[in-house]
């Protein structure tokens, strides 16, 4: 487990420096709306749903798999999704500002 958390911190730092690159503000409650824990949802936006699992593995580290499957993902298919935002400069930039990066 302490790998998953080692690993989701690395990908939100090279995320955060990939989404430095660009110009231009984004607001983080006009992109990505914070997702209600309680209810996982899948929403079509790989921000949307990249936060809101972000969010839920912050709040509850120890349920990682559990938060996963909820959101019908597994640590590789996680991984593939924050490594597609890092490589989009205006997805990284939207991710970073929901998550006040």
Do not use: W
Request: aromatic share 2%.
């Amino acid at each position: 487990m302490m790998a998953l958390k080692t690993l989701i911190g690395c990908l939100v730092l090279a995320t955060a420096l990939l989404g430095c690159s660009g110009s231009g503000s984004v607001e983080p409650d006009s992109q990505v709306a914070a997702p209600n824990a309680s209810t996982a949802t899948t929403p079509s936006d790989p921000v949307a749903k990249a936060v809101a699992v972000a969010r839920e593995i912050e709040a509850d580290a120890d349920d990682v798999d559990a938060i996963l499957e909820r959101h019908g993902l597994t640590v590789e298919t996680f991984e593939e999704l924050l490594y597609d935002i890092s490589s989009d400069p205006e997805l990284s930039k939207r991710y970073n500002a929901a998550l006040g990066l």
